[in-house]
């Protein structure tokens, strides 16, 4: 979470509760997920704005760190169907999803 955020990693909480939230600038509450034994919900909670908040940004320090893709909402539009995928390097490109394909 510090790399992705680019902060220090002493500025960051890891707490499996939201009552264990503390005074750090940024807290990641990790709980179990609902889909499977190894999914996770993480819900990232910021107590003063980041220098650095781009989520965009953020999404492609994510993606490369984990070396995988992800799929954000694009609010550049309100097709409701279009969304910025970034790629496992750090790559950004506009993608639409077809919501009559159900595979």
Request: hydrophobic letters at 45%.
């Amino acid at each position: 979470m510090a790399a992705m955020l680019a902060i220090s990693c002493d500025r960051v909480a890891i707490v499996h509760i939201i009552n264990e939230i503390g005074s750090l600038p940024v807290t990641c509450v990790v709980e179990p997920g609902s889909v499977d034994p190894y999914s996770q919900l993480i819900t990232i909670y910021l107590s003063e704005p980041l220098e650095h908040p781009d989520i965009l940004e953020s999404a492609s320090r994510l993606a490369v760190i984990f070396d995988t893709s992800l799929l954000l909402a694009n609010h550049a539009t309100t097709n409701a169907y279009s969304f910025v995928r970034v790629s496992s390097n750090g790559q950004q490109s506009v993608v639409l999803v077809d919501p009559t394909n159900s595979t």
